[in-house]
């Protein structure tokens, strides 16, 4: 670029910022006619005829702009911009992401490309993807994209971060969507006071809402059944002895009415339920008859009292005052809070929470420790357990977890037996029939999971633990169906979409694509009325039914039927244990290849699932020193006995293992030494029990 053009460009630049535009492109073009090799020349003549609206002119310019100066991300973004403009959709997008291509930050394409997909519902997980990309790389600001992220995590399942993002528009002016689907994610959470309590808010603030006031009214149904659960007597959780040691409001201690008007008291007013206080502490060695009797030292009476003189402070016991569920709780432990539908005082002080610090600041650690002390003792009643957690916790972020202080180590004993459970799973394998009653029984994931996030260590260590064993139970004790059903108890304790839960469900497929390979060969008939099976856990047919351990014997065959110049087969098969045997007999003809086809996936099923076990089992009778019969061989662990037919006498053949060997010939199993191929011994495959077994053990290197 020369340096007379870069001055005129330079110029040119200076122009359009200050808005002649007119005069910048007669600049601009000066500049490119000067030097057209200059890509900043005709940068500015592309800029110049955008901004009046020349179109044609401007993507010409971004052309040779491109052409001179490839890798110029912003330059390929402002050109996408300018095709969408001129309703090149297509190419516009193949400029942007060419742009994203050089820059993956490049916040104009990124800005360019939502704009096109915003209402593009056929691409909208392109959309969502650039949704995130923007809010990872600048963080959006505009409430409908901040909104539609939360809704795709909402569908997600990831309630947590779907709240993130509407809390962030809760105040966005003529934008009742935020709260509103944050209250659907609170109550997908569970917490349904929280949900309540949103739709309210945003009912009050845009009554027309139908949303919102559809969902409130199905809600406050379900809240008004969970009251009903829980008997008045048992909502006050701390015995009397414990009233009033978080919290003592200084309007009750001086026996102000509940229907009060605390606006405007005059001090003269306070003056006299102060002397009144005091003199009964003093008279009744602090014992104070309007509270039942409350037992309270003249220091702290006088000390709540003196707090009254703060006119912040003043305003702050007000509040809690009027709301009489909230004073309870804070006074009493009473619950009733956690079980009443919102209203307007309950309304106003949540919405003051949300604005004023210093109110929140003074009530948390009141509510929190409360909290801590209430529920502890209500973890066993599950009717008030879930009810706490439903929200409402109005302390700030960061004194939630003293919400849970002293609780925490209760909750943790929820899960002791699973983690009893996980140190036998070495020794033992383990039971579904147990595992599923430690988490049905006791509800023990359903109370987990309704834990807030200060416990999600909880909540990932029981689905952690139960991973564990699934994983054990298929690679210790090759149970792939055990493994699964234990997978599937897993995810119950994690919410959809977590990382934790997509690792259950990456396991689950894999356990899922080993199942299915395990049962491939599998084999089922049908005999009229009795069904049949060849399975990895056994053979049934029928009411009987052995287990793969406890075969002894397998015999099968085909024999093959010629008459009046016709053919048939028939097709016998016998599994037996110590007890009972399963004998299956059909006959087919032979032009009825399906029967001869389904015969042959039996004896798959049965040479895959049955067949490797018997061998192994007999295989260690062997080796502990005992004989095994099969037809009229007698098999030790040094080798095969069988008697032939002489002349005179019979003859008694020992032959070790090493010189065994064995033919199937026609049906026939023939056994010899290959020392004296004469001598053998046969035997029909169909008739004889374990006669396959004897022909792999005789041809078999590892016997």
């Known amino acids: 670029m020369s340096e007379a053009s870069r001055e005129i460009s330079n110029k040119a630049s200076s122009l359009r910022k200050e808005k002649k535009f007119d005069e910048a492109l007669l600049k601009a073009k000066s500049a490119a006619n000067l030097d057209p090799t200059s890509a900043n020349a005709w940068w500015e003549v592309a800029l110049c005829n955008d901004a ?3 179109t044609d002119a401007a993507l010409d310019a971004l052309v040779k702009t491109l052409e001179l100066s490839d890798d110029f991300a912003y330059g390929w973004a402002t050109y996408g911009k300018v095709l969408d403009k001129a309703g090149k959709r ?45 809010e990872e790389t600048y963080g959006l600001t505009v409430a409908n994209y901040i909104n539609v992220l939360g809704n795709h995590y909402l569908a997600e399942g990831n309630n947590h971060l779907a709240i993130v993002c509407y809390k962030r528009v809760l105040d966005e002016p003529n934008f009742p969507y935020g709260r509103h689907n944050a209250g659907i994610a609170y109550f997908q959470l569970s917490q349904i006071l929280n949900a309540l309590d949103s739709w309210a808010i945003n009912l009050k603030n845009y009554p027309e809402y139908e949303p919102s006031a559809t969902e409130f009214g199905k809600k406050t149904i379900l809240l008004r059944e969970k009251s009903e659960a829980v008997k008045e007597t048992s909502r006050t959780r701390l015995p009397p002895s414990e009233w009033y040691e978080v919290y003592l409001s200084p309007f009750s201690l001086l026996e102000f009415e509940e229907d009060a008007e605390l606006d405007n008291i005059e001090p003269k007013m306070l003056q006299g339920y102060r002397k009144k206080l005091l003199q009964e502490i003093d008279l009744e060695d602090g014992k104070i008859s309007w509270m039942n009797d409350l037992i309270v030292d003249k220091s702290r009476a006088i000390g709540i009292c003196d707090e009254l ?18 004073l309870n709780f804070l006074s009493k432990g009473d619950i009733s809070f956690f079980l009443t539908e919102p209203q307007d005082d309950l309304l106003e002080i949540l919405d003051e929470l949300t604005w004023n610090a210093e109110f929140s600041e003074w009530l948390s650690p009141y509510f929190a420790k409360q909290f801590d002390n209430v529920f502890k003792k209500s973890i066993s009643n599950d009717s008030i357990y879930y009810a706490m957690l439903g929200g409402r916790l109005l302390a700030i972020d960061s004194q939630i977890d003293l919400c849970f202080e002293s609780s925490r180590s209760e909750i943790d004993k929820l899960i002791l037996p699973l983690r009893e459970e996980a140190k036998l799973v070495e020794k033992k394998k383990p039971s579904f029939v147990k595992i599923e009653g430690i988490v049905m029984n006791n509800n023990l994931a359903t109370k987990i999971k309704a834990l807030p996030v200060q416990f999600v260590d909880l909540q990932d260590e029981a689905a952690e633990i139960l991973r564990n064993i699934a994983i054990e139970a298929y690679n210790q004790y090759d149970d792939s169906e055990l493994s699964k059903n234990i997978l599937e108890l897993s995810k119950q304790f994690t919410f959809y979409k977590s990382s934790l839960q997509k690792k259950l469900e990456d396991d689950a497929k894999a356990i899922n694509d080993i199942i299915n390979e395990q049962k491939k060969d599998e084999s089922t008939l049908t005999f009229g009325n009795i069904k049949s099976y060849i399975k990895k856990d056994g053979a049934r047919h029928g009411e009987t039914y052995i287990h793969v351990d406890k075969v002894c014997a397998v015999r099968w065959g085909t024999t093959i039927v010629r008459e009046n110049h016709t053919t048939s087969y028939k097709f016998s098969m016998v599994i037996s244990d110590a007890r009972q045997a399963i004998k299956l007999d059909w006959a087919a003809p032979s032009e009825t290849d399906k029967l001869k086809e389904l015969f042959d996936k039996h004896v798959s099923a049965l040479l895959t699932y049955i067949f490797p076990s018997l061998i192994s089992r007999i295989k260690e009778q062997l080796k502990s020193g005992a004989t095994v019969r099969v037809g009229s061989c007698k098999l030790t662990q040094y080798g095969v006995q069988f008697e032939t037919k002489g002349w005179f006498s019979n003859k008694i053949h020992n032959v070790s293992w090493a010189k065994v060997k064995a033919n199937l010939s026609n049906g026939e199993l023939q056994i010899f030494s290959i020392d004296n191929y004469s001598d053998k011994v046969e035997m029909p495959l169909k008739d004889t029990d374990n006669a396959f077994v004897l022909y792999i053990l005789a041809n078999s290197d590892e016997r």
């Open 52 to 54: 009046l609206k020349n």
């Open 90 to 134: 297509t190419e516009a997008i193949e400029a942007l992401e060419k742009a994203l291509e050089l820059d993956s930050t490049e916040r104009l394409a990124l800005i360019e490309l939502l704009k096109i997909y915003e209402y593009d519902q056929e691409n909208k997980q392109i959309f969502i993807n650039y949704l995130i990309k923007y």
């Open 309 to 326: 003189n703060n006119e912040e402070i003043f305003e702050f016991h007000a509040k809690v005052f009027k709301y009489q569920p909230l």
